[in-house]
């Protein structure tokens, strides 16, 4: 197993003590928020971060797909998960361009620092939409529209549907996920055995009627985007369907190459350790040249957002969002 090697950092250790004095959610996510901004300006701390990423054949070894972000671990437990997410920007510098579905993540309450880069524009609209079982039309109003530079960091409640529009310049945020409340059955996550089999199990607490003691999604899970003058869901399932089945080397080529993007432009090279990556037996073959290019001081040109999505109209604006809220 994977020991990491940032268990015993201060923010860490103020991170889990925190964790572990602030029983309500919400207000340990407002108290995390001085904590995240220290971590995304402390450039020993992040690259310490790029390299217990590189350190872990866990990462290493996943399969990217057109499905995932772009991230690096930096923490978890089972009461909170730590991370860095990646954002590539729209090839032609447009900043009206929807970067996927309206959704929300549940129960999962979502704090975020925008520490690199443009940031990005987003909305959040109210809670818990029902849509039409025979339409799928969605009442749907936006209640907060901000840019990141504006409001950081920022927060996501539970069950809040939320979108984000694709950024300006390639940026990076560092994030922290919860629960919105502790639950006895909250280190089921971290249970190996207990992931192999996640789908029948989650069938069968659906079954049960347990959805909401063991805080997991509903059996049916709803994206949306504006149509004319309303918002429509589609399943998620479904939504995800095409970018989860773009796997390859195409896939990961853009992968690396914007998280190398990244360590390049945000001054997070060390090239000592990059070298030394190289002579490893288990370092997949995608990433070498990017790393070379870093070593010999070359440009690593951006990578683009998608801007086609998997709904009718392929692609959607803030100018759709607004005329479709109610």
Request: proline residues 5%; charged residues 25%.
């Amino acid at each position: 197993m994977y020991k990491n090697p940032l268990d015993n950092h201060p923010y860490i250790l103020k991170l889990i003590d925190l964790e572990k004095k602030v029983e309500d959610r919400t207000a340990f996510h407002i108290q995390c928020e001085s904590l995240l901004m220290q971590m995304g300006k402390d450039k020993d701390f992040l690259k310490a971060v790029i390299k217990r990423n590189f350190d872990d054949f866990g990462f290493l070894k996943q399969e990217w797909t057109g499905y995932n972000i772009p991230f690096f671990y930096v923490h978890e437990t089972e009461n909170y998960n730590l991370k860095i997410h990646l954002f590539p920007p729209e090839k032609e510098g447009r900043k009206n361009i929807a970067a996927h579905c309206i959704h929300h993540h549940n129960n999962y309450i979502l704090t975020t620092n925008a520490f690199f880069g443009s940031g990005y524009e987003t909305f959040l609209f109210n809670k818990k939409p029902f849509p039409d079982t025979n339409t799928l039309d969605t009442q749907l109003k936006v209640v907060k529209h901000f840019h990141q530079k504006d409001v950081n960091p920022s927060r996501v409640d539970s069950w809040e549907p939320h979108v984000v529009l694709i950024p300006e310049t390639l940026s990076a945020t560092i994030l922290i996920w919860t629960p919105d409340k502790k639950r006895t059955t909250d280190s089921f996550r971290q249970n190996s055995i207990l992931k192999l089999i996640k789908k029948p199990l989650r069938w069968l607490i659906h079954k049960l009627n347990l959805t909401n003691q063991f805080g997991i999604a509903d059996e049916k899970t709803y994206q949306f985007y504006p149509v004319n003058d309303t918002f429509r869901a589609i399943e998620e399932d479904e939504y995800f369907a095409p970018t989860k089945a773009e796997k390859g080397e195409k896939v990961n080529a853009y992968s690396a190459q914007m998280i190398f993007a990244f360590i390049q432009r945000s001054g997070l090279l060390d090239k000592e350790f990059f070298k030394s990556l190289l002579n490893i037996s288990n370092l997949p073959n995608y990433y070498k040249p990017y790393i070379q290019k870093l070593l010999n001081d070359e440009m690593i040109e951006d990578v683009y957002h998608r801007t086609e999505i998997n709904i009718p109209q392929k692609t959607y604006y803030t100018e759709d969002i607004l005329a479709a809220s109610k």
